[in-house]
């Protein structure tokens, strides 16, 4: 079974600062695509940003930017310039045995303090 | 255009009861993929539905159920409840094709509590 690890159960950061959430995993899986998700409270999750697994390039979307390390099977999302609205639940998808069948980290509580 | 919507967004059964819920995907969406995500816990696949058929199942027992119809709407049965069934049911729908980013739509989930 695969296995994703978010290690920081909870995290905090002051707002404008900057703050990265780690991720690892243990699936061999080296196509497809790599994904990061944020739950508000309001539950609905919605894509933060998105990592083609074969691009060596680390994706950036505005202030979210990610650390592909394919050798190390690591998927680490870095938050500049925090927000409030960012505080949210964060869950990690690595690449999975079919397209889109993802597989979900225990999620990473992000609160932003202001 | 048209998000993922669920229904019912609460519902509160006892064990051993039948649960239906449902899904409507969003618009150019043609898979639906059903996830179970206990209190604290990471979204657990039960299974997708590509073209009206099962289309990868997670770990999960055959009463757990689903359907997908013509206009790829989707229903997910749960027969025999348990407590551990309770817990938020996310539906994701998504594109399969020659244009697929492998990007997941998710609706707001149904909270399923079993007494």
């Known amino acids: 079974a695969q296995t994703v690890t978010q290690s920081q159960p909870e995290m905090s950061v002051q707002e404008a600062e900057t703050v990265t959430l780690s991720c690892t995993y243990d699936?061999?899986?080296?196509?497809?695509?790599l994904f990061w998700y944020k739950q508000p409270p309001s539950r609905q999750m919605i894509l933060v940003i998105r990592?083609?697994?074969?691009?060596?390039q680390n994706a950036t979307e505005n202030r979210f930017s990610v650390n592909f390390q394919k050798a190390a099977k690591s998927f680490s999302l870095k938050i500049s310039d925090s927000q409030l609205g960012d505080a949210a639940m964060y869950f990690c998808?690595?690449?999975?045995?079919?397209?889109?069948?993802?597989?979900f980290g225990q999620g990473t509580r992000l609160t932003i303090n202001p | 255009e048209t998000g993922v919507t669920q229904s019912p967004t609460h519902l509160i059964k006892t064990r051993g009861q039948q649960v239906t819920l449902r899904c409507s995907s969003q618009?150019?969406?043609?898979?639906v993929s059903w996830y179970q995500q206990a209190l604290g816990q990471g979204p657990q696949f039960i299974f997708q539905?590509?073209?009206?058929?099962?289309?990868g199942r997670g770990n999960f027992p055959p009463r757990f159920s689903g359907l997908q119809f013509p206009n790829y709407s989707s229903e997910l049965n749960v027969n025999a409840l348990e407590l551990d069934d309770s817990a938020l049911y996310l539906c994701?729908?998504?594109?399969?094709?020659?244009?697929?980013?492998?990007?997941?739509?998710f609706g707001e989930g149904s909270r399923l509590t079993v007494l």
């Open positions: 994701a729908s998504s594109y399969t094709g020659l244009a697929n980013t492998g990007e997941l739509f």
């Open positions: 699936t061999s899986e080296s196509d497809y695509y």
């Open positions: 990592q083609e697994a074969y691009k060596q």
């Open positions: 998808a690595p690449p999975s045995k079919g397209a889109q069948k993802l597989v």
């Open positions: 618009s150019g969406h043609n898979t």
């Open positions: 539905y590509y073209r009206e058929e099962e289309n």
